[in-house]
């Protein structure tokens, strides 16, 4: 555990003189991401977006000075619970946010349950949480898994794919995505095969496809056995003969400068690239540009926003956290300026967002950037919502 003080009690003091103006003086927030493990880039750009959040809130939540309590989940289940379990139960924090990986946030659900502990998730949607295990303790501020990649089907057969060879990691979050892409293919599917989280090196599997007579690829790989992956497949020399597909993890800022020119033309779905055009993202994109020298990724984005509702909720109950229905109620209206532009939650608690296909592009300066294809979905639930008992 990392504890950091954001601001000093003097100045809580100072900003909030009159008693009873808010119902407490300080707010304990759990921040739990993978940095170790397999999805550490992941979790450090989660970390990024966080840093820009808390410093345009001046350290604050809702105006109240925040004592940020951090974990690591190693991107591992039993990790996770261990973690959690000493947040809410040692650290006794008021509300916690984070998770990089879907197996660790179906592993969470216990503990935040038991404890009726809000969980602000920023990476993932298991199908599980959004149906009929959705969760009151649980909002997720990023997508759900089969919402970001359900269009990729259909974009892969205009595309002119009539035979596709789907590959990814073999997680919960793999297994989503990629039956997301395939349900909506109608061509011939020719394999659909899954390698493990810590697998980095892809020869034999890009034989493989090689080998099956496959003309379009949907690969699922964040973070580093992304790079790894696209690396070796240009290595391969298919780069440019056969064209590779994803949802946003494969090829993004965090992994540009590893994948360089190799990464170009890829063809992706995504929720949030640095390009959207609204207030909340040019001020947040021109800033992180400013700290890290290049575009956010996703992962720092969704960080954002989770960061700027926990923020609208605890300004909407005046500091009340202890308030968990009231809580729950403001964190519902997703009353705050988001990065995506317009966004609302479900009854299950998970995005009503658009989706938008995105490649692999080069401005003039040879710097690599998401490029909007096209709006694949306008303002689109996700598939499972009606499981939800939840209303």
């Given amino acids: 555990m990392i504890r950091t ?27 739990i991401l993978g940095l170790s493990g397999p999805l550490n880039v992941v979790g450090a750009e989660q970390k990024r977006g966080f840093d820009i959040a808390m410093d345009h809130l001046g350290g604050k939540l809702g105006g ?53 502990m809000i969980f602000v998730g920023m ?9 009929e295990q959705c969760n009151p303790y649980y909002f997720n501020v990023s997508f759900q898994n089969a919402q970001l990649t359900a269009g990729m089907g259909s974009y892969m057969v205009n595309a002119g794919v009539k035979k596709l060879y789907l590959i990814g ?22 394999a659909h095969t899954f390698t493990p989280l810590s697998q980095v090196d892809f020869a034999a599997d890009i034989a493989k496809i090689r080998a099956s007579g496959a003309d379009g690829v949907f690969a699922f790989y964040p973070g580093g056995p992304g790079i790894a992956f696209v690396r070796q497949w240009n290595q391969a020399g298919l780069g440019g003969k056969i064209p590779l597909f994803s949802n946003i993890a494969l090829s993004e800022p965090t992994v540009f400068q590893a994948q360089g020119k190799t ?25 992180f540009r400013v700290k890290f020298g290049r575009d956010p990724a996703s992962y720092a984005g969704l960080a954002y926003d989770a960061i700027m509702l926990i923020d609208s909720a605890v300004r909407a109950v005046k500091g009340d956290v202890k308030n968990t229905e009231a809580l729950r109620a403001a964190l519902k209206k997703a009353d705050f300026p988001s990065v995506r532009g317009d966004f609302r939650f479900n009854t299950n608690q998970q995005p009503i967002q658009s989706t938008y296909a995105v490649v692999v592009d080069a401005r003039p ?24 008992p939840m209303k």
Avoid: W
């Fill in 64 to 116: 109240i000075p925040v004592e940020i309590v951090q974990a690591d989940s190693k991107a591992n289940p039993s990790a996770t619970v261990q973690e959690f379990s000493r947040l809410i139960e040692k650290d006794k924090v008021d509300l916690i946010t984070g998770l990089t990986a879907s197996n660790e946030i179906i592993a969470a659900m216990k503990p935040i349950t038991d404890a009726k």
């Fill in 263 to 287: 990464a170009m033309g890829i063809q992706m779905s995504a929720v949030y690239f640095a390009a959207m055009d609204n207030p909340a993202n040019r001020k947040f994109v021109a800033d």
């Fill in 169 to 190: 990691m073999d997680y919960e979050a793999g297994h989503e995505h990629t039956h997301a892409a395939r349900k909506g293919y109608s061509g011939d599917v020719v």
């Fill in 123 to 131: 990476n993932g949607g298991p199908a599980p949480l959004a149906g």
């Fill in 5 to 31: 003080t954001l601001a000093a009690i003097a100045a809580t003091c100072l900003a909030f003189g009159s008693a009873g103006a808010y119902a407490q003086q300080k707010i304990k927030l759990g921040l």
């Fill in 365 to 388: 300066d040879n710097s690599l950037y998401l490029k909007e294809v096209k709006v694949a979905a306008k303002n689109a639930p996700d598939d499972f919502v009606a499981k939800c």
